[in-house]
Nanobody, 119 residues
């Protein structure tokens, strides 16, 4: 199986910045999509930012102009600037990938990293 390991979460004051990293391990043949979702207590998981098929990027409305997603040969990253208390939640790395040429594309999720923004 593909294993996703997130890092970079923590406690930060409003207006501060954090950079999240996600490094996949295991056999990956191809990647269809990758990015970040978050979930606040009692709320649904929502898109933060993602690379989708064709290389397009999608951002959640609440984070546009503040967050930036990037990727390289190692993993996917999320630069978060001008953080607000409303950004508090568990952030999950997400990949949709195939592990073999003949295999199906599956969703993979990290365990999540806590981001807490104090006012």
């Amino acid at each position: 199986q593909v294993h996703l390991v997130e890092s970079g979460g923590g406690l930060v004051q409003a207006g501060g910045s954090l950079r999240l990293s996600c490094a996949p391990s295991g056999r990956i043949f191809s990647i269809n999509a990758m990015g970040w979702y978050r979930q606040a207590p009692g709320k649904q998981r929502e898109l933060v930012a993602a690379f989708t098929g064709g290389g397009s990027t999608n951002y959640g409305d609440s984070v546009k102009a503040r967050f930036a997603i990037s990727r390289d040969s190692v993993g996917v990253y999320l630069q978060m600037n001008s953080l607000k208390p409303e950004d508090t939640g568990v952030y999950y790395c997400y990949y949709n990938a195939r592990t073999d040429y003949s295999g199906s594309s599956l969703d993979y999720w990290g365990q999540g990293t806590q981001v807490t923004v104090s006012s």
